[in-house]
């Protein structure tokens, strides 16, 4: 793969698990503070209180962390160890793939915990 090439797999999917991961630390530091239509974790159960949506928003912002982290890692190991056996775009694709995996997975942890920690408080 022509170095070109390989700095702007760098910078495009390295750059977006960067982003991720300074968004996750602003929402982990700076929670939305009460209930809104507008941003923060929104589910039917999360919503309902101020404690769920407290609760929610710290916890997806930590499983947002832990997975742009993780799959930052994986990216990195992938480039250095494949990026003369298999195409820039199959590389790419590959790790995007783990990026909309790691930000799905959020949504049932978040809620199972929540769940939890809602049979706890009644």
């Given at each position: 793969m022509p170095e070109?090439?390989?700095?702007?797999?760098?910078l495009t999917v390295g750059?977006?698990?960067?982003?991720?991961?300074?968004l996750s630390l602003f929402f982990y530091?700076?929670?939305p503070q009460t209930i809104n239509s507008l941003y923060g974790y929104r589910t039917s159960r999360s919503m309902k209180?101020?404690?769920n949506w407290h609760f929610a928003n710290k916890l997806s912002a930590r499983f947002m962390i832990k997975g742009s982290?993780?799959?930052?890692?994986?990216?990195?190991?992938?480039?250095?160890?494949?990026?003369?056996?298999?195409?820039?775009?199959t590389l790419t694709?590959?790790?995007?793939?783990?990026l909309c995996i790691s930000l799905v997975a959020v949504?049932?942890?978040v809620e199972i915990k929540l769940k939890k920690f809602e049979k706890?408080?009644?």
């Open positions: 070109t090439d390989q700095i702007m797999v760098l750059g977006t698990y960067l982003l991720l991961i300074l530091f700076k929670p209180n101020p404690e982290v993780i799959g930052l890692l994986i990216f990195l190991v992938s480039f250095v160890f494949l990026k003369g056996q298999i195409a820039i775009s694709l590959a790790n995007l793939i783990v949504i049932p942890l706890s408080r009644s």
